[in-house]
Each structure stands twice: as structure tokens, then as C-alpha cells.
């Protein structure tokens, strides 16, 4: 009998589709209501009302804060020199800043957390989490400035997360409501399911391997264009169309050309992506033309696509949205995409200790349908 001879094995749905293949308290989608939530709460209503530290605090330490301190995410932002040197090294090197980003949580892995998480004890775990996510955006902050010659800019812990890596990537303090709706974009990010990258990063940690080795993993699931996704794609999208009365020409040449329309459709929702309604909504707190014209554009590319599929509600997902946000906070738009990890890694970091808990590895079947093997004939 071979490894993969199980009698009752179940044939997966393709890409798993539909299947639970865990449990986890961190939160969960509905999509056919339009509903996501971290733990108990309405995640939604979290990202309009409490602070990234304090959803941290949730995901981590079950409860929200005052019930339980909360996470200081600035006590850790900080790199040691050599790590700081080895990231400034790479960033010379290589355009891509999830590149450094792997590089950068793997050296600070191997300078602080040595090990397996099984030679490590939960309060060693925990703190591995909350120091590799904490520099998520001080290593991104870095790769850009390195990138356009400038010096990094050391984080400040006396500032939230947001508004620090605005600061850190743009070298000048954020307008405190475009600090906040970036909060608002990073609170609604922070989990969403078991996609890819989250999957990803519990099938590394169910291993025994090191905190580290599991969030780059899951930051290695994120590069790729059907998980991560591309805001700045948008917002070129946004660019190109320029104004609403031209988006429903546009958008009937891409759909005729065979070509996809960024920001619009969701593998989950069927509903309205409460994501983007909440980024929406932080967007037309900042105002201006951008949000005028965006607002126009969306509305016509819905009416477009509601004829091009009656049958099937298209709805705009979180790209969209953010996309807006993103440039209103002057983030460049290379930084677009890698901003998504900034709150992410918290998710990943969380289910990364959960799995570790279960103790025991994720090791499915495949079902061989390749040629009949040749079966050896003793002689």
C-alpha cells in the first residue's frame, strides 16, 4: 500500500473550494450576506470604529482592549543594525519590495527567534508574532526609501502603525484623517478566511517550522496575482478612464477584448464587499475630485457589468476602494500591494500560533491519474 492508498480518502473539490479543513475561533466570511467578522465581532464595524493596535489585541489576545492590554506595536517596530543593514542591501538590489520583505522577517527570524516553534514556549511564540509582524512596515518603509535614494527613516513608537509607516515611507507626518482611513483599509485586511496565503502559512507552522519561516510562506502566497491583488492597477484603471462618462465605453471594450476589470468581483461575495463599503466611506471623508470621479466611475462600470452578466450580482470588492485611499494618503503606488501585508502578517501571525496549537501536520492526498506505473516482476 503507498502513502496515498487511503480506502475512504475524499476527492477535494479543485482548489478546495467550499471545503472546511480546519477550526479557528479567529473569524470567518459570509458572503452571501456581505459579512466578515474577527473572532465575535463585526469586522466591518471594527475598522470604523477602533485602532489596528486594538484589533492586534483581538486577534492575539482574544478580547479587545480596555478587558486586556494592548498590543504596543511600536515598542517593536524597531530593527536591530545588522538586520537593518541586510535589508538596506537588498533593497539596492532588487526592485521588488516583497522581496526584501521575505528577507528582512527571515534574518530578524534567525536573529531573535531561533529555532522551532516546538523548542519554544508559548509566551517565546507570542512574542515572535508580535516582533515579526511589528516590522512589516518598517522593512517596506526602507525598501522604497533605499529605492529612491534616500536614507530610511527609523520608526517612532510613540506613533500608531498607520500613521508610522506613513511617515517612515514618505519621510513627512501624515494629515491625520488620511492616517486614519489608511488605519481603516489596514483594520479591514487584517483576516479574511482561509485564502491562500493564510492557508498557506498554517500547512508551514502545522510543520514545526519557525514563526518566521511561516509568514514568509504566506507573504511568498501574497505575490502572486490571483491572491494579492493589485490597488494600483485600479487606480490606473481610475486614470485611464479619467471621467464617469467614459467609463461605460471602456468597460464594454475590456469585456469584448476578453480583458478583466480591476477592483470589481469577488470568488466569495455575492453581496456587497462590507470592505469596500467601509473604505467608500473613508474615502468620501477626505473628498475631492479623486473621490467624485471614482465614485461616478464605479457606478457606471456596475451598470455595465449588471447587463453584460443579469443573471450574476458583480459587486466591488476592497481593490477598488482602497486604491482611492491609498493615493489620497500619498503613498506611492508601488507601495500599493505590499501595504496589504502591513496588516495581513497580524492575521497570518495569529493563525500561524492557532495551528501550531493543533499539533499535528496538514498532510493531504493527491489521486495519481497518470499512466498505469510499471510494477516490477521478481524474478
Known amino acids: 500500500m503507498t502513502d496515498n492508498d487511503t480506502p475512504d480518502a475524499l476527492i477535494a473539490p479543485p482548489g ?14 459570509r458572503g452571501q450576506e456581505g459579512f466578515f467578522h474577527y473572532r465575535h465581532y463585526d469586522a466591518a464595524e471594527l475598522a470604523r470604529t477602533h485602532t489596528l493596535e486594538d484589533v ?49 522577517l527571515l534574518a530578524l527570524g534567525d536573529h531573535e527567534a531561533r529555532g522551532s516553534m516546538l523548542d519554544r514556549t508559548d509566551e517565546q511564540i507570542d512574542d515572535d508574532a508580535l516582533r515579526l509582524a511589528a516590522v512589516v512596515p518598517t522593512i517596506l518603509a526602507r525598501h522604497h526609501r533605499v529605492r529612491l535614494g534616500e536614507q530610511p527613516v527609523a520608526p517612532d513608537p510613540e506613533l500608531g502603525h498607520a500613521a508610522d509607516y506613513l511617515r517612515m515611507a514618505t519621510d513627512s507626518m501624515p494629515d491625520p484623517a488620511a ?30 517550522a519557525d514563526m518566521a519561516g511561516s509568514l514568509v510562506a504566506a507573504v511568498g502566497a501574497l505575490t502572486g496575482p490571483l491572491h494579492g491583488g493589485a490597488p494600483s492597477r485600479c487606480i490606473a484603471m481610475i486614470d485611464e478612464i479619467e471621467t464617469p462618462d467614459r467609463a461605460a465605453d471602456w468597460v464594454r471594450h475590456q469585456l ?42 464605479e457606478r457606471e462600470i456596475l451598470a455595465v457589468l449588471a447587463e453584460w452578466k443579469p443573471g450574476q450580482r458583480i459587486v466591488t470588492n476592497v481593490e477598488f476602494w482602497a486604491a482611492v485611499v491609498l493615493e489620497l ?26 495551528q501550531h496549537g493543533v499539533g499535528k501536520i496538514v498532510r493531504p492526498s493527491a489521486r495519481y491519474i497518470g499512466p498505469d506505473p510499471q510494477v516490477a516482476v521478481a524474478g
Open 56 to 104: 492586534w489585541t483581538l486577534q492575539l489576545r482574544g478580547e479587545l482592549p480596555p478587558t486586556v492590554d494592548a498590543i504596543d506595536g511600536g515598542r517593536y517596530r524597531g530593527l536591530p543594525v545588522s538586520v537593518a543593514e541586510l535589508v538596506d542591501e537588498t533593497a539596492a538590489r532588487v526592485a521588488d519590495p516583497m522581496v526584501t520583505l521575505r528577507v528582512g
Open 256 to 297: 469584448d477584448t476578453g480583458e478583466k476589470i480591476m477592483g470589481f468581483g469577488h470568488a466569495v461575495y455575492r453581496a456587497e464587499d462590507p470592505r469596500g463599503v467601509v473604505l467608500r466611506e473613508a474615502a468620501e471623508r477626505l473628498g475631492g475630485d479623486l473621490v467624485e470621479r471614482a465614485a461616478g466611475i
Open 16 to 29: 478546495l473550494k467550499g471545503l472546511a479543513v480546519a477550526d479557528t475561533v479567529l473569524g470567518d466570511v
Open 329 to 354: 494618503a500619498g503613498l506611492p503606488r508601488a507601495m500599493f500591494t505590499p501595504t496589504f501585508s502591513v496588516s495581513r502578517s497580524i492575521g497570518w501571525s495569529a493563525h500561524v500560533i492557532e
Open 179 to 208: 492616517a486614519r482611513a489608511v488605519e481603516q483599509y489596514l483594520v479591514a485586511t487584517v483576516d479574511h478566511g482561509f485564502n491562500a496565503s493564510t492557508f498557506t502559512g498554517r500547512v508551514v507552522a502545522s510543520t514545526g
